[in-house]
């Protein structure tokens, strides 16, 4: 697979993507299965283009692999909480935005190497930073 290489972002584009965290983390948008491009666009007023020209050159990703980071980030966050071990991991994955279960166990395994099932067993057993796959913590992006 041929990587290609971006340009450094720019100070709009960092500044802007500091918006684009702080929208995602204070009003979770992501939890919606519905979300797109075209939501963040409206909420900051925005072009849709510097949006998706900021995740791609700041995170170096594309706006779905963005976004699912904080939903599986989310899934995990729920997993992990006592309060919630009797929720399915159907609920997990539509409160967290997954619009279905394949999409929500075939993108955790990618990003996690362990299936919601199997996340949700070792919670139990030990720390979930430990189960997951080097890079990746509950509390952040790897």
Avoid at 35 to 48: D, E, G, M, N, P
Avoid at 83 to 100: K, P, Q, R, V, Y
Wanted: aromatic share 10%; hydrophobic share 40%.
């Amino acid at each position: 697979m041929k990587t290609i290489m971006l340009p450094e972002p720019n100070e709009t584009e960092r500044a802007l993507m500091e918006r684009i965290h702080m929208l995602m983390r204070e009003e979770e948008v992501y939890t919606n299965p519905n979300f797109t491009l075209s939501h963040i666009a409206t909420r900051l007023k925005v072009k849709r283009a510097f949006i998706k020209d900021a995740i791609s050159r700041c995170m170096n990703k594309t706006l779905g692999a963005y976004v699912n980071e904080y939903r599986v980030i989310h899934a995990m966050d729920v997993m992990s909480r006592p309060e919630n071990a009797s929720l399915t991991l159907d609920a997990i994955a539509c409160a967290s935005g997954f619009s279905n279960r394949y999409c929500f166990y075939s993108i955790f395994k990618e990003m996690t190497g362990l299936t919601p099932t199997e996340f949700k067993a070792c919670i139990v057993h030990g720390s979930k930073n430990e189960v997951l796959q080097p890079g990746y913590h509950v509390d952040g992006f790897g």
